[in-house]
C-alpha cells in the first residue's frame, strides 16, 4: 500500500513542501480552541471566548478565498508572508490585549484581522496538481494530504489546550502562530515547486465561485461541515452526561483515526467510476454513516459509530479536491480549492452552533438528529448539483483530451 506514497515523493522538492506545509496548517486546529481555552481561563466567560473564536472562524473562512486568488494571481511566495504576518501580528495583539484586560470589542477586531491567515491546506495542494496534474499519481498525492489534515486536527487541539491549561493561558495561540510563521517561511522558500503564474483569461475575471459545479460542492462541504461541527459539539455534551467528559476526547480522536486510515486506503486505490459519480456515491455513504447516530446509548457504541462515520470524510474530500483541480481553470485552482474548504468551514461553525442550541434545549441525545439531517441536506444538495457537476467533469475530459492531442 506504501508503495504507490513513496512513488509520489520521488519527484524533488515535494518531500519540502508537504512538511513545510504541514507544519504551517497547525494552527487550522489550534488557534480556535486555544482562543476559547485562554479567554476562559483570563476572562471566565466562555460566551466570550466562544464568539471571539467565531469571529476568528467566520473571518477565516471568508478571507482564505481572497488570499488564495491573489496567490494564483501573483504567486504564492509574494502573497503568502505578507498575509501570515498581517495574522500574526493581530494574533499577538488579541493575546496582549486579553492578557492586559482591553474592552472586548478589541478582542473582536483583532480576532478579525488574524482571521486572514492564508490556508495552507490548499497551498499544498496546488502545488501537487502543478507536479501532477494529468497523473493518476494526484489521486494519491490530495490522499496523503487528506490523511495530514486529519493529524493536524488529532494532534492540534491536544497540544494547544494542554499548553494553555498547563503552563499559561496565551501558550497554545501562541504557539500556533510560531507554527504558521515557521511553516510559510520555510514553505515559500521552496522556489522549485511553486506553481507558475498563468496567464488569466479575459473570461476568468471574477471570483471562480461563479461556477455552478463549484457551488455545488462548497454547498455540500457545508452542509458536511455542520455534521462535523455537530459531531464535535454532541460528543463533549453527550459525554458529559455519562459522567465521563475527558472520554470526549478519546472518541473524537476515533473519529479522525477512521478517516485517516479510509484516506490511506482509498489513495491506493485505481477506481474506473468518474470522479463526479464517486462524489455522489461518497455523500450517499457519509448519509447513511448518520443514521446509526438514532441508536448510541453509551460511549463505546459512539465511539464505534463514529469510527466507521469517518471513513467517509477523507475519500470524499480527496474526490473534492480532484474534481476542483479538473473543473477550475488552471489559473485559479487555489482559489477554488480553498473556496470548497471554506465551505467546510462555515458548516463547521454553524454545526457547532445549532447544536449547542439544540443541546442546551433538549438534551444531547437530540444533538445527534442535527448531524442526522445535515447528512441528508448535504445528500439533497449534491443530487440537485450533480448535473451541473457532471458536465464541468466531462467537459475538463474533452479539453484535456484535445490538449494531448494537440500537444502529442
Given at each position: 500500500?506504501f508503495?504507490s506514497?513513496r512513488?509520489?515523493?520521488?519527484?524533488?522538492?515535494?518531500?519540502g513542501?508537504?512538511?513545510?506545509?504541514f507544519?504551517?496548517r497547525?494552527?487550522?486546529s489550534?488557534?480556535?480552541?486555544?482562543?476559547?481555552?485562554m479567554?476562559s481561563?483570563l476572562?471566565?466567560e466562555?460566551?466570550?471566548?466562544?464568539a471571539?473564536?467565531a469571529?476568528?472562524?467566520?473571518?477565516?473562512a471568508?478571507?482564505?478565498?481572497h488570499?488564495?486568488r491573489?496567490?494564483?494571481?501573483?504567486?504564492?511566495?509574494?502573497?503568502?508572508l505578507?498575509?501570515?504576518?498581517?495574522?500574526?501580528?493581530?494574533?499577538?495583539?488579541?493575546?496582549?490585549?486579553?492578557?492586559?484586560?482591553?474592552?472586548?470589542w478589541?478582542?473582536?477586531?483583532?480576532?478579525?484581522?488574524?482571521?486572514?491567515m492564508?490556508n495552507?491546506?490548499?497551498?499544498?495542494?496546488?502545488?501537487?496538481?502543478?507536479?501532477?496534474?494529468g497523473?493518476?499519481?494526484?489521486?494519491t498525492?490530495?490522499s496523503?494530504e487528506?490523511?495530514?489534515?486529519?493529524?493536524?486536527?488529532i494532534?492540534?487541539?491536544?497540544?494547544?489546550?494542554?499548553?494553555?491549561?498547563?503552563?499559561?493561558?496565551e501558550?497554545?495561540p501562541?504557539l500556533?502562530?510560531v507554527?504558521?510563521?515557521?511553516g510559510?517561511?520555510?514553505?515559500?522558500?521552496q522556489?522549485g515547486?511553486?506553481?507558475?503564474?498563468?496567464?488569466?483569461?479575459?473570461?476568468?475575471k471574477?471570483?471562480?465561485i461563479k461556477?455552478?459545479?463549484?457551488?455545488?460542492?462548497?454547498?455540500t462541504?457545508?452542509?458536511?461541515?455542520?455534521?462535523?461541527?455537530?459531531?464535535?459539539?454532541?460528543?463533549?455534551?453527550?459525554?458529559?452526561e455519562?459522567g465521563?467528559?475527558?472520554a470526549?476526547s478519546i472518541?473524537?480522536?476515533?473519529?479522525?483515526?477512521?478517516?485517516?486510515?479510509?484516506?490511506?486506503?482509498?489513495?491506493?486505490?485505481?477506481?474506473?467510476?468518474?470522479?463526479?459519480?464517486?462524489?455522489?456515491?461518497?455523500?450517499?455513504?457519509?448519509?447513511?454513516?448518520?443514521?446509526?447516530?438514532?441508536?448510541?446509548?453509551?460511549?463505546?457504541?459512539?465511539?464505534?459509530?463514529?469510527?466507521?462515520?469517518g471513513?467517509?470524510?477523507?475519500?470524499?474530500?480527496i474526490?473534492?479536491?480532484?474534481?476542483v483541480?479538473?473543473?477550475?481553470?488552471?489559473?485559479?485552482?487555489?482559489e477554488?480549492?480553498?473556496?470548497?474548504?471554506?465551505?467546510?468551514?462555515i458548516?463547521?461553525?454553524?454545526g457547532?452552533a445549532?447544536?449547542?442550541w439544540?443541546i442546551?434545549?433538549f438534551?444531547?441525545?437530540?444533538?445527534?438528529?442535527?448531524?442526522?439531517?445535515?447528512?441528508v441536506?448535504?445528500?439533497?444538495?449534491?443530487?440537485?448539483?450533480?448535473?451541473?457537476?457532471?458536465?464541468a467533469?466531462i467537459?475538463?475530459i474533452?479539453?484535456?483530451?484535445?490538449?494531448?492531442?494537440?500537444?502529442?
Open positions: 500500500m508503495r506514497y512513488e509520489i515523493f520521488q519527484t524533488p522538492g515535494t518531500k513542501f508537504s512538511a513545510a506545509g507544519i504551517a497547525m494552527p487550522i489550534m488557534m480556535g480552541i486555544g482562543i476559547v481555552t479567554l481561563q476572562r471566565g466562555y460566551w466570550l471566548a466562544g471571539v473564536a469571529t476568528f472562524a467566520l473571518a477565516s471568508l478571507l482564505a478565498p488570499i488564495s491573489l496567490a494564483d494571481r501573483l504567486g504564492q511566495s509574494r502573497v503568502l505578507p498575509a501570515a504576518g498581517i495574522s500574526v501580528t493581530a494574533a499577538a495583539i488579541l493575546l496582549l490585549c486579553t492578557r492586559l484586560g482591553a474592552p472586548d478589541t478582542l473582536f477586531l483583532a480576532a478579525l484581522f488574524a482571521g486572514g492564508p495552507m491546506a490548499a497551498m499544498v495542494r496546488a502545488r501537487w496538481a502543478a507536479i501532477l496534474g497523473s493518476p499519481k494526484l489521486h498525492a490530495f496523503f487528506s490523511v495530514v489534515d486529519e493529524i493536524c486536527f494532534i492540534g487541539p491536544i497540544v494547544s489546550v494542554s499548553l494553555s491549561v498547563a503552563v499559561f493561558p501558550a497554545g501562541l500556533s502562530c507554527f504558521l510563521l515557521t510559510v517561511v520555510l514553505f515559500t522558500l522556489k515547486t511553486e506553481p507558475k503564474v498563468r496567464p488569466i483569461d479575459p473570461e476568468e471574477g471570483s471562480v461556477l455552478g459545479s463549484l457551488q455545488a460542492l462548497a454547498f462541504l457545508a452542509a458536511m461541515g455542520v455534521i462535523f461541527g455537530t459531531v464535535d459539539v454532541v460528543t463533549v455534551a453527550f459525554a458529559e455519562q465521563n467528559k475527558v470526549a472518541v473524537l480522536s476515533i473519529y479522525a483515526v477512521g478517516s485517516c486510515l479510509a484516506g490511506l486506503v482509498y489513495g491506493t486505490l485505481s477506481l474506473k467510476a468518474p470522479l463526479h459519480r464517486q462524489f455522489l456515491q461518497a455523500v450517499a455513504l457519509c448519509m447513511v454513516m448518520m443514521l446509526p447516530l438514532f441508536f448510541v446509548s453509551n460511549l463505546f457504541s459512539l465511539a464505534i459509530v463514529v469510527f466507521f462515520a471513513m467517509s470524510v477523507a475519500p470524499t474530500l474526490v473534492t479536491m480532484g474534481l483541480e479538473k473543473i477550475v481553470p488552471r489559473s485559479m485552482v487555489t477554488g480549492m480553498t473556496w470548497a474548504i471554506t465551505g467546510l468551514g458548516g463547521v461553525a454553524l457547532s445549532v447544536a449547542g439544540v442546551d434545549g438534551g444531547s441525545q437530540a444533538g445527534f438528529m442535527v448531524a442526522i439531517v445535515a447528512g441536506l448535504a445528500m439533497l444538495i449534491a443530487g440537485l448539483g450533480y448535473r451541473s457537476l457532471r458536465s467533469h467537459r475538463a474533452s479539453r484535456a483530451e484535445e490538449a494531448a492531442v494537440k500537444h502529442g
